[in-house]
């Protein structure tokens, strides 16, 4: 298989660590667990023994960014009450996943062969159409959805399609919400897909995604662990290669979550090594590879944690 | 303002002057103050500073809602403790991300 493994910008901006040195630091058994655990309390993500060297390998970078001695005084560092900013470092170097723009093609061909036929027409009739790209990383998910759709059929600005994509690392938002990749990151898309909806900007093979494809993505941040903010109910979700990093309970509450926020009929688009497994898996039947129809089944898993309700004091005439 | 409802807001104390506003938030605790600048009495800063300089609502966040975003008022402003500000007109959208600025994702 050949893959766009687009290295997205953000993270070579954490790339200072190249300068900073090369030392490694050794990650005993114990600071391996206690990591684990701030990493279950943080993001609900279920590090087991086999990622050791992954976590070795993505944290000895925080740590010389910091210029500290070891993971022991990083644990220590994480959870201070003022670090929240590194704790997100720590999540988003835990699970940084590489994209690429239309990455698992079949999805795309089935997204338009098989789901936007109907949705198109329902959209035509004046309902609305709503898509969730779950871990969306710097955007190209989000975007090879909205491409779809406009490659699809004519008047997709006219009509209510929206696009809902999150994330839990905000700096990969950031780098979404501008819209701009680098030439290896657009070369492999369809020429005449990127002829109309990617224009050159500044002087260094960077391309700008048309304010078209823009405007149908709204990006927004989510912790899985916590509460989400997303209403539904929804048409279509993508959630590829996120649950790969959580334990199987948290799996559990993540299907049942999607079958609540899923129309009956509705589709769920997973990553190739992801399964969903019983009970969840009453909820929806294969539709294709690694592809969902949700059934009519109703949903009994209790509802998420209900969102932070706030007071507000407002004196504006 | 109906756009609060969707927003995970559980309860709006609306007043028309910050005295008022002064006095329902010592009987009933708010995270965030949402005010004028403009307003009869006591002016959007005297109000900032009247919450600030309290135990009971110091810890509020505060965002002010101005007709110009004048900078130097803006720098008072900031200097008193203020959060984050909105400029008339805003949209609802506008308003949740001020709103999330201060006291986090909605």
Same mark, same amino acid.
């Given at each position: 298989? $050949?893959?766009?493994?687009?290295?997205?910008?953000?993270?070579?901006? !954490?790339?200072?660590?190249?300068?900073?040195?090369?030392?490694?630091?050794?990650?005993?058994?114990?600071?391996?667990?206690?990591?684990?655990?701030?990493?279950?309390?943080?993001?609900?993500?279920?590090?087991?023994?086999?990622?050791?060297?992954?976590?070795?390998?993505? !944290?000895?970078?925080?740590?010389?960014? !910091?210029?500290?001695?070891?993971?022991?005084?990083?644990?220590?560092?994480?959870?201070?009450?003022?670090?929240?900013?590194?704790? =997100?470092?720590?999540?988003?170097? !835990? $699970?940084?996943?590489?994209?690429?723009?239309?990455?698992?093609?079949?999805?795309?061909?089935?997204?338009?062969?098989?789901?936007?036929?109907?949705?198109?027409?329902?959209?035509?009739?004046?309902?609305?159409?709503?898509?969730?790209?779950?871990?969306?990383?710097?955007?190209?998910?989000?975007?090879?959805?909205?491409?779809?759709?406009?490659?699809?059929?004519?008047?997709?600005?006219?009509?209510?399609?929206?696009?809902?994509? $999150?994330?839990?690392?905000?700096?990969?938002?950031?780098?979404?919400?501008?819209?701009?990749?680098p030439d290896d990151a657009v070369a492999e898309i369809e020429p005449d897909l990127r002829r109309r909806f990617f224009h050159p900007v500044g002087e260094g093979g960077q391309w700008k995604i048309d304010d078209i494809v823009r405007d149908l993505v709204v990006f927004r941040r989510l912790n899985f662990a916590k509460t989400w903010p997303v209403?539904?109910?929804?048409?279509?979700?993508?959630?590829?290669?996120? $649950?790969?990093?959580? =334990?199987?309970?948290?799996?559990?509450?993540?299907?049942?979550?999607?079958?609540?926020?899923?129309r009956p009929g509705g589709r769920l688009y997973i990553g190739h090594a992801e399964r969903i497994g019983a009970p969840a898996s009453d909820y929806f039947v294969p539709d294709g590879t690694t592809v969902y129809r949700r059934t009519d089944a109703v949903c009994h898993d209790p509802a998420p944690p209900a969102e932070r309700r706030l007071n507000l004091s407002i004196t504006i005439r | 303002m109906q756009a609060l409802d969707r927003m995970g807001i559980a309860h709006v104390d609306w007043q028309n002057d910050a005295q008022s506003a002064l006095k329902a938030m010592l009987a009933r605790p708010v995270h965030l103050v949402i005010s004028d600048f403009n307003m009869p009495g006591m002016d959007g800063l005297a109000f900032l500073q009247a919450v600030r300089s309290q135990k009971a609502t110091q810890r509020a966040g505060f965002i002010m809602v101005t007709g110009s975003a004048d900078p130097t008022l803006l720098a008072r402003g900031q200097r008193l403790g203020l959060n984050n500000y909105l400029k008339k007109p805003f949209t609802p959208e506008e308003l949740r991300t001020s709103i999330e600025r201060v006291v986090g994702r909605l």
């Open positions: 298989m $050949t893959r766009n493994c687009f290295k997205p910008l953000g993270r070579s901006a !954490l790339g200072e660590a190249d300068v900073i040195g090369s030392q490694r630091f050794a990650l005993t058994d114990r600071e391996f667990e206690r990591i684990a655990e701030i990493a279950r309390d943080l993001a609900g993500l279920d590090l087991g023994p086999g990622k050791k060297a992954l976590v070795s390998g993505r !944290l000895a970078r925080r740590v010389r960014l !910091l210029g500290l001695d070891g993971f022991a005084d990083y644990c220590a560092h994480v959870l201070e009450p003022d670090a929240e900013e590194e704790r =997100g470092h720590m999540i988003a170097a !835990l $699970t940084t996943n590489v994209t690429a723009f239309f990455r698992e093609a079949h999805h795309f061909s089935h997204l338009r062969d098989v789901v936007l036929p109907d949705l198109n027409r329902a959209a035509l009739d004046g309902l609305p159409v709503r898509i969730w790209s779950a871990g969306c990383s710097s955007g190209q998910e989000p975007y090879s959805i909205a491409l779809t759709l406009l490659a699809s059929m004519a008047n997709v600005g006219a009509l209510d399609f929206r696009i809902i994509a $999150t994330d839990i690392d905000s700096n990969m938002l950031r780098l979404a919400t501008t819209g701009i990749y209403r539904g109910p929804f048409d279509i979700i993508f959630c590829r290669n996120v $649950t790969i990093y959580f =334990g199987e309970a948290m799996r559990q509450t993540m299907w049942a979550g999607f079958a609540r926020l899923l | -």
